[in-house]
């Protein structure tokens, strides 16, 4: 089924956080902004990517800030093998700082955020140090929540091993020349989420990230994020670092709400950003607009031809759905014309998957779907193939589209941005199944990971998405 347009109650109140006294932070050895001071420097912004691995890497980013995104994370790194003279091909493929690439360069991928998981100071200082020059922050996943990450000992494995944390916060504070930041989950309790945030905070953390839910809480059982924790760490530590919110924000007619109720200074969005990258559009398109204008001439170009698929006028700024074949086009166009960076074949195929998943969900082009996964060849065929086929899938969904409109199964007029409030007046609250929109998941009693935080669980699961029985969800 098309999604119809979501909506999410307010929160409760919360309790009263100013008995709780702030330890100070470690002096660095460097001179560098922390806390508002670095927010400000690097443009105040509200609309934030957040890292995911295999897939906020560097095409998406640069298709999300198209789209109003003012902040964005790299995907979670191993800080062990990216800082590791041992493993030098590992740092080189996650982030391209070759001379021509755009990664981590102003104005195309920036303010950026390198993410690593980590739990020894030194190996994440070293990998911290690779970065520098090249992003404006570096972040410390305390959130991971899978298996891989209990193995091997990082992410929200770390939430009971708060000597480890501050020793690892407060070295790269003292001795990285940019500020370290941390993204964390909540605990069951909310005197243990803010003794926990406050401990972060006196380690030394520029900016603290609260992900609303606690650890258990992933995949089909992740349920509804905790507005009032976030609320309430906010409250905590608002006024010495800004704090973000993540989590319970699927789609953008919750963008705004989420800080007002929360008081953070800006949004994360992951799976909301995923499935409809225009998720922060309706709050920032002449951002999204002027950050275009700095884009390299063969992109800019690539992504003109791209709107050639758009009929009739659309509200520019406040659009919030667009047709899945539109967003796929500019994704591969920019794929196609980044200098020096390869997308990975793996990330494009998950993202059209996604992007794409309405058209499904509806039992309509069944066979499109085994079209993509058989996309995108395998590692002998060269790079710029790979990258065509899926193009062709992606013409293939536009005449698939060209046809339900003729024939009526879309409605008239629908193949072009929609704002919210169109949804509304003229589709009864339902979002057309050919514009990308948000993805809201069914609870269930088996816990099947689906919120993947590393390489191996991300494959499996995009195996799993690839052979589903369409309709299940
Ligand atoms: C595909 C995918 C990959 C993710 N990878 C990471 C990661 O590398 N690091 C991290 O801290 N969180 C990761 N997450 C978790 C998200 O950053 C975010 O905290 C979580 O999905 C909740 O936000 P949401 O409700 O907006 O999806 C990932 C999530 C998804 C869906």
Not at 90 to 102: K, V
Not at 320 to 327: F, H, I, K, Q, R
């Amino acid at each position: 089924m098309a999604a119809s347009v979501p909506s999410q109650p307010a929160p409760p109140p919360v309790a009263s956080t100013s008995a709780i006294q702030l330890e100070p932070q470690p002096v660095s050895e460097h001179q560098k902004l922390e806390g508002h001071e670095f927010w400000d420097s690097i443009g105040r912004p509200k609309y934030v990517v957040a890292p995911m691995v295999d897939q906020s890497e560097l095409a998406w980013r640069v298709l999300s800030r198209l789209h109003g995104a003012t902040l964005a994370y790299t995907p979670m790194f191993h800080a062990g093998l990216f800082g590791s003279a041992s493993h030098p091909r590992y740092a080189e493929e996650q982030f391209d700082t070759s001379p021509e690439s755009l990664e981590g360069v102003a104005p195309y991928d920036r303010p950026l955020v390198v993410q690593f998981c980590a739990n020894d100071k030194d190996l994440w200082l070293a990998a911290a140090k690779k970065v520098v020059g090249r992003c404006d922050a570096v972040d410390l996943n305390l959130g991971c929540p899978q298996g891989i990450a209990k193995k091997g000992r990082y992410g929200a494995f770390l939430m009971e091993e708060w000597d480890l944390i501050r020793s690892m916060i407060s070295h790269l504070h003292t001795h990285l020349t940019i500020p370290v930041i941390a993204k964390l989950r909540v605990f069951p309790t909310l005197d243990r989420t803010l003794a926990y945030a406050s401990h972060v905070f006196s380690s030394g953390a520029q900016l603290v990230t609260i992900h609303g839910r606690v650890r258990e809480a992933k995949g089909r059982l992740a349920g509804f994020a905790s507005w009032p924790k976030i609320k309430a760490v906010s409250e905590l530590l608002g006024e010495r670092v800004p704090v973000l919110a993540n989590g319970g924000v699927p789609s953008a007619e919750e963008v705004e709400d989420c800080m007002e109720q929360t008081g953070t200074v800006g949004v994360m969005s992951a799976e909301g950003n995923l499935y409809n990258p225009m998720i922060f559009s309706p709050s920032n398109a002449a951002g999204g607009r002027e950050y275009r204008l700095c884009l390299p001439a063969d992109m800019q170009a690539a992504l003109d031809a791209c709107d050639a698929q758009l009929v009739g006028e659309w509200d520019r700024d406040n659009a919030a759905y667009a047709p899945s074949t539109w967003l796929a086009s500019q994704y591969l166009a920019i794929v196609r014309t980044l200098p020096s960076t390869q997308t990975s074949p793996s990330a494009i195929k998950a993202h059209l998957f996604k992007l794409f998943r309405p058209i499904w969900a509806t039992q309509r082009h069944l066979d499109t779907r085994e079209m993509l996964g058989k996309a995108g060849g395998g590692r002998q065929v060269p790079y710029l193939e790979r990258v065509q086929q899926y193009q062709d899938f992606v013409d293939e969904m536009y005449k698939k589209v060209q046809a339900d409109l003729a024939d009526g199964s879309l409605p008239p007029n629908s193949h072009r941005p929609l704002t919210h409030e169109e949804v509304v007046r003229d589709f009864a609250g339902v979002i057309p199944y050919s514009h990308a929109q948000p993805y809201m998941r069914v609870m269930s009693a088996e816990p099947v990971a689906e919120v993947q935080e590393d390489k191996e669980s991300a494959k499996r699961a995009r195996e799993e998405e690839e052979t589903e029985v369409v309709g299940k969800a």
